[in-house]
Nanobody
Framework: VQLQASGGGLVQAGGSLRLSCAVS????????MAWYRQAPGEQRELVAG???????NYKDSVKGRFTISRDKAKNTVYLQMNSLKPEDTAVYYC?????????????????WGQGTQVTVSS
């Protein structure tokens, strides 16, 4: 299984970025996907998840600003990030996750991408 994340960068507060994660080596359509982030000195946290059926869930602080989506034809999951804030600065990771009863749960390290840096300047 391979997950290749891209799209990070440096942006000013209020700006937008779109992260992409291309997935290969597994049946993408059947998988729940998620984006996590980890800021320096902080624990990794779930930002957004999307089930194979399209159910979405978001961290409270990004609701209304971030949108997770997937393109099954391209085996790709996206994270559209608008109205970015300095506190969104982190390394963002895409992952294949377990989904059940509205909960997204991480799997082992083989189901994670390499991370992409997002830096939001004030």
């Amino acid at each position: 299984v391979q997950l290749q994340a891209s799209g990070g960068g440096l942006v000013q507060a209020g700006g937008s970025l779109r992260l992409s994660c291309a997935v290969s080596g597994i049946s993408f359509s059947d998988q729940a996907m998620a984006w996590y982030r980890q800021a320096p000195g902080e624990q990794r946290e779930l930002v957004a998840g999307i089930s194979s059926g399209g159910y979405r869930n978001y961290k409270d602080s990004v609701k209304g600003r971030f949108t997770i989506s997937r393109d099954k034809a391209k085996n790709t999951v996206y994270l559209q990030m608008n109205s970015l804030k300095p506190e969104d600065t982190a390394v963002y990771y895409c992952a294949i996750v377990r989904y059940y009863w509205g909960v997204f749960e991480p799997l082992d390290h083989s189901y994670w991408g390499q991370g992409t840096q997002v830096t939001v300047s004030s």
